[in-house]
């Protein structure tokens, strides 16, 4: 059983369109997390959700935006796309934040 | 701002040899993770240590984290190619801090 599942694994996409990432979980974790990574292998936290409710908004361009319609699932949804956007996006969750993550296999994005 | 500088960003060594990845900050962790990423999936976590000069063993990996809990480091003995990833160190203040990371890459 996957613990953390992303869809898509892969996403290719045209400047200016609408996507989204889904995420679920299946640890019973109240913490959830969008993290981008980029084509240096940089990671850098995006958002965090904690029961439902967002936490962590780093300074991410309000076109992105996260959803987390129950504790096990948090979306990401990016309208807009621009080229800068191509990286890979992670999906974690935690039993407390912001203890030991576990991280789902990542939607690599790439805006054409 | 919080930040983690994190060397070298890139080894390449033969195999048996040993190494060591470095983790620093000038500012203070409350734990500091590290995680191991391969090709295509997400990194996961090997180790976190909690107290200043806290060292934890993991088969050949040793790892450190300081007396001033700023900074940390991974030592690999014997390498295999095995050992071969992606490895990020993380500060734990509030949010996940993660380093540059150091991409090592063992040769047979």
């Known amino acids: 059983d996957t613990a953390v599942s992303q869809t898509p694994k892969y996403l290719v996409t045209q400047m200016g369109n609408d996507k989204s990432i889904k995420c679920e979980q299946n640890?019973?974790?109240?913490?959830m997390y969008w993290y981008k990574q980029d084509s240096k292998k940089f990671l850098k936290i995006m958002f965090s959700?904690?029961?439902?409710?967002?936490?962590i908004n780093e300074t991410v361009p309000n076109r992105f935006s996260p959803k987390s319609p129950d504790k096990a699932h948090l979306n990401l949804h990016i309208n807009s796309l621009e080229l800068g956007d191509s990286a890979v996006y992670f999906c974690?969750?935690?039993?407390?934040?912001?203890?030991?993550?576990?991280f789902g296999p990542g939607t690599r994005l790439t805006v054409l | 701002t919080q930040l983690l500088e994190q060397s070298p960003q890139f080894l390449s060594i033969q195999e048996g040899e040993n190494l060591t990845v470095y983790c620093n900050s000038s500012s203070v962790f409350s734990s500091l993770q590290w995680y191991r990423q391969e090709p295509g999936e997400g990194p996961v976590l090997l180790v976190t240590?909690?107290?200043?000069?806290e060292v934890k063993k993991l088969k050949r990996l040793t790892f450190q984290f300081g007396d001033a809990r700023k900074d940390s480091s991974l030592h690999i003995t014997a390498a295999q190619p095995g050992d071969t990833g992606l490895y990020l160190c993380?500060?734990?203040?509030?949010?996940?801090?993660f380093g540059q990371g150091t991409e090592l890459s063992v040769k047979p």
């Open positions: 240590v909690v107290t200043g000069g």
């Open positions: 959700y904690n029961n439902k409710e967002l936490i």
């Open positions: 974690a969750s935690s039993s407390r934040d912001p203890g030991k993550q576990f």
């Open positions: 640890l019973g974790h109240d913490t």
């Open positions: 993380a500060g734990a203040g509030g949010k996940l801090i």
